[in-house]
């Protein structure tokens, strides 16, 4: 499989140092950090809005910190996120939060794509209203909005940034359910997981986890 993100030599201050990972098309990745800080700090550097101290992050091998503005959101446009505070749009409604992205970028919602958002809404619990304001929402709620959001965006990368770590078990185990679902589809993203310490995912069976508690990091391959 190809390679589709590359973290070369990367350090940044108080999370990883000299950290080298190749991650491939379909793979599922878990990295575990000290703490929120160091879980934000990842995050902005492996999407290109923060640089490493040292090394470099790329994504189909160009180098995200050395593309301008524009080359950098044609990029990103192939990366999803869902983090721990969801990134919903407070006066739009949960649809809209949903649908905004395929708007953005392709100018309509297809069939395909209402019936993958109304799906994943329904296996995943959803019974609220899909024109509530995020403002109405639990915190369940919103981290299950942002989640059908970035999948029905089909992302060549899904990053989950500690988006797990608060919601309740059954919630965390039916949104894990659907996040491996996607990596059994043809074309998988690439899903990076990032957790603080030792929660528990049961459901998660990654290819590489990495310990960025460690220092050097700890990185074990699955066999």
Same mark, same amino acid.
């Given at each position: 499989m190809p390679v589709l993100l590359e973290l070369r030599d990367l350090t940044i201050p108080g999370v990883a140092s000299h950290l080298n990972l190749s991650l491939q098309q379909g793979q599922v990745i878990l990295c575990k950090t000290a703490g929120e800080q160091e879980t934000k700090q990842l995050l902005q550097v492996v999407i290109g809005e923060a640089r490493p101290e040292t090394g470099s992050v790329l994504l189909d091998e160009l180098p995200l910190h050395e593309l301008d503005r524009e080359q950098l959101l044609r990029v990103r446009r192939t990366i999803s996120t869902v983090t721990a505070q969801a990134g919903l749009i407070s006066?739009?409604?949960v649809w809209e939060n949903?649908?905004?992205p395929l708007l953005y970028h392709h100018g309509a919602v297809s069939d395909t794509a209402a019936e993958q958002a109304l799906l994943l809404l329904e296996k995943l619990g959803y019974r609220g209203n899909i024109w509530a304001l995020p403002g109405h929402l639990s915190y369940t709620e919103r981290i299950?909005?942002?989640f059908v959001r970035a999948a029905v965006s089909s992302p060549r990368l899904m990053v989950y940034a500690e988006c797990l770590d608060d919601l309740p078990s059954p919630q965390r185990d039916l949104l894990l359910q659907q996040a491996m679902?996607?990596?059994n589809q043809t $074309?998988?993203?690439t899903a990076l997981f990032i957790t603080t310490g030792d929660i528990q995912l049961p459901l998660l069976v990654p290819d590489i986890?990495? $310990?960025l508690r460690y220092n050097p990091p700890q990185i074990t391959r699955q066999t």
């Open positions: 006066n739009l409604k949903i649908t905004l299950i909005t942002a679902a996607l990596q $074309d998988a993203p986890t990495c $310990d």
